[in-house]
């Protein structure tokens, strides 16, 4: 492992920082209904960070934290997914703003995007104002052969940063 660590500037992120963000090869654990607050949470390993190889290294190395992905205010969900060994996220756009069907009861979001998550196993489409990413755990460094998801061993829809 090498002696610089990845560092973390926040623990929440949102769709304001979408352009920055990558999603390929996060892995999904479980998903989370929550019709009373009108949300779909994903409790993910997210990498943060893909190492190149050092010469004398055949995988590349992977900077990843567990984390809770929240989309808010979602409607018209769709989940078409076959996870015959887990489920991998390949990518993630938002497409076709539009205004809300309750722009009435929202305080500070004026659109709703057509989310698309991509899986290398089928996808997932869903209408909401954004999402939110809470980041559980400082990430860590693994080689791509082994990744969080066989250290951790819980599924949590968490929304709590706790330092290590």
Same mark, same amino acid.
């Given at each position: 492992m090498r002696d610089n660590k990845?560092?973390?500037?926040?623990?929440?992120?949102?769709?304001? /920082?979408? /352009?920055?963000?990558?999603?390929?090869d996060c892995r999904i654990h479980s998903i989370?209904?929550?019709?009373? #607050?009108?949300?779909?949470?994903f409790d993910i390993?997210?990498?943060?960070?893909? #190492?190149?190889?050092?010469?004398?290294e055949t995988h590349f190395k992977l900077w990843i934290s567990p984390a809770t992905l929240v989309f808010h205010n979602i409607n018209?969900?769709?989940?078409?997914?076959?996870?015959?060994?887990g489920l991998n996220v390949d990518f993630l756009e938002r497409t076709d703003p539009r205004e809300p069907k309750n722009l009435k009861y929202l305080q500070q979001k004026k659109h709703e995007w057509l989310w698309k998550m991509g899986c290398m196993e089928g996808e997932i489409k869903m209408y909401s104002v954004g999402y939110s990413l809470f980041v559980r755990r400082p990430p860590k460094l693994f080689t791509n052969d082994s990744p969080l998801g066989t250290e951790r061993r819980i599924i949590s829809f968490d929304r709590e940063f706790a330092a290590e």
């Open positions: 990845f560092k973390l500037n926040k623990t929440v992120f949102t769709d304001e /920082d979408f /352009d920055n963000m990558k999603w390929h989370g209904f929550y019709p009373d #607050e009108y949300e779909v949470a390993d997210y990498i943060f960070e893909w #190492e190149k190889p050092e010469s004398n018209d969900l769709e989940i078409s997914v076959e996870p015959s060994r």
